[in-house]
């Protein structure tokens, strides 16, 4: 083990990506990005075992309101591949002035739509529940939730477009320290803000939205001093402070494909959340936990696609193509490692990862069995992911949209909805098209990456 290279990769000692060996630059990418993702699903983790003790309802409101707010996690998405393929471009050209330049364009961007999604969030929560199909009494007791949410939306936002940026200029490890900032805080204030301690009775299932919105906005704010400080290569100076409609266009026109990709796959999360409202409160709490503890290995296997992303970018613009391409494999390699690992951990466990968040027996049962069956397709959701990275690091990110299009809006949905309703698996139905979907976008991927006309998108 090389400890040297463990504390170069946690101290963010810079480097040049266009030139280091392949295997040492995805650790010291990869490294960073692995234990960033995995305190966003610690807290994920987290969240809903704190949210889950407060009852069945609680749990349906946070699966009703997540699956709504995704659309922000979407344009946040969007952005923040805008950023990495922008940032990483100029930094394998050395144009570190042009990066500073960059990243001003793209907060302005951010701060902008985070402001329309506040004001829409806030005036329509009750109605978003209503058209999600919750129950009366999870709208009565949800909408504040869902309010303080999409009202600190900037946070989250913000938060993903920076992390984007820092990533690209290879700087993961300021990317890994702003999430743990902004996760650590939430799962620490989570427990206080809803259940309260000493003569604070907590504020119930919206000190969760308020340990959120206070954890990631603090978490922003140290982004912003590593940006604004110029102790790093990438920095935003008194000169990048001018308006460049150019680059603006430039960030949108990647952005859009980003944020398809997004929305795409989050309309088809929409459509199977509001299938499993059908089977009511205990189907979608199962289906809630389960997804919940997925998220908490796919995010540190993202974290290690997301090496792709800055390698690709850097190389391409360093003309280093075939260097470029090569780190796509052999990240490729390392994730399915990875998913191999853990697939055999939910087939063997199941049930005792579901137990830890309920005891309630009909939620355990639905919780356990969608991770299962999920699981299945582990290893084609390795490639697919590492594979989607590759893409949006070259800011070719319409390719994977309208492999989203394809294979999620016209195969997922139409199958997760044939085999719950038409051959009445219910909820069972719904987690096999998942795992079905998910292994076939990783085929899909695998032959357009193959084509090759990544490597001539010019940003």
């Keep these: 083990m090389n400890f040297q290279l463990i504390k170069d990769a946690l101290s963010g000692k810079e480097q040049d990506f266009t030139s280091l060996s392949l295997k040492t630059a995805i650790f010291v990418l990869a490294l960073p990005m692995i234990l960033e993702m995995m305190m966003e699903s610690l807290f994920a983790v987290v969240d809903i075992f704190f949210v889950a003790k407060l009852g069945q309802n609680a749990i349906a409101t946070v699966g009703l309101t997540e699956s709504v707010v995704v659309l922000v996690y979407a344009v946040g998405f969007g952005i923040s591949m805008a950023a990495t393929a922008l940032i990483s471009r100029r930094f394998g050209e050395k144009e570190y002035k042009e990066a500073g330049s960059s990243a001003f364009q793209l907060l302005l961007v951010g701060g902008t739509i985070s402001l329309i999604f506040s004001i829409l969030g806030v005036w ?17 007791n949800g909408a504040g939730f869902t309010k303080i949410i999409f009202g600190g939306n900037a946070a989250i936002l913000l938060l993903f477009l920076i992390n984007g940026a820092f990533r690209g200029a290879g700087q993961a ?24 301690i000493g003569s604070f009775d907590g504020f119930g299932l919206e000190g969760a939205a308020w340990a959120t919105t206070t954890g990631r906005g603090l978490g922003v ?7 604004l400080n110029g102790k790093h290569r990438l920095r935003i100076t008194a000169e ?70 800055t390698l690709v970018g ?9 260097r470029a391409e090569d780190a796509v494999w052999l990240t490729t390699w390392y994730c399915v490692i990875f998913m ?41 959701f390795a490639v697919g992911m590492v594979l989607t990275q590759a893409f949006n690091g ?32 219910k909820y069972l139905g719904i987690f096999i098209a998942i795992a079905t979907a998910h292994s076939l976008h990783a085929v899909v991927s695998w032959y357009f990456f193959r084509k090759g006309s990544w490597k001539r998108v010019a940003i």
């Design 124 to 140: 329509f929560a009750a109605d978003i529940l209503n058209l999600m199909g919750a129950e009366e009494e999870v709208i009565q």
């Design 314 to 322: 850097q190389n391409l613009g360093a003309k280093e193509i075939k």
């Design 221 to 227: 704010i140290f982004q912003l001093y590593h940006l």
């Design 340 to 380: 191999g690992a853990v697939t055999g951990i939910y087939l063997l466990f199941s049930d005792q990862l579901a137990g830890l968040f309920t005891d309630i027996e009909e939620v355990q049962q639905i919780a356990s069995q969608g991770l299962w069956v999920i699981a299945i397709g582990y290893v084609f």
């Design 240 to 309: 990048n402070l001018q308006v460049k409609w150019k680059t603006i266009r430039k960030i949108i026109d990647i952005a859009i494909g980003g944020m398809g990709q997004f929305l795409i796959d989050s309309v088809s999360w929409l459509a199977l959340t509001r299938m499993n409202a059908e089977f009511g409160s205990a189907a979608l709490a199962g289906y809630t936990i389960a997804m919940r503890v997925l998220i908490f290995t796919i995010l540190p296997a993202w974290g290690i696609s997301g090496a792709a992303a």
């Design 394 to 425: 070259a800011g070719d990110t319409r390719t994977p949209a309208w492999i989203n299009v394809g294979v999620l809006w016209f195969m997922e949905i139409p199958l997760a909805w044939g085999l719950a309703f038409v051959f009445d698996l």
């Design 173 to 196: 490890h300021l990317a890994m320290r702003s999430l743990w900032i902004s996760n650590g805080l939430n799962i620490l204030l989570d427990p206080i803000l809803i259940f309260g």
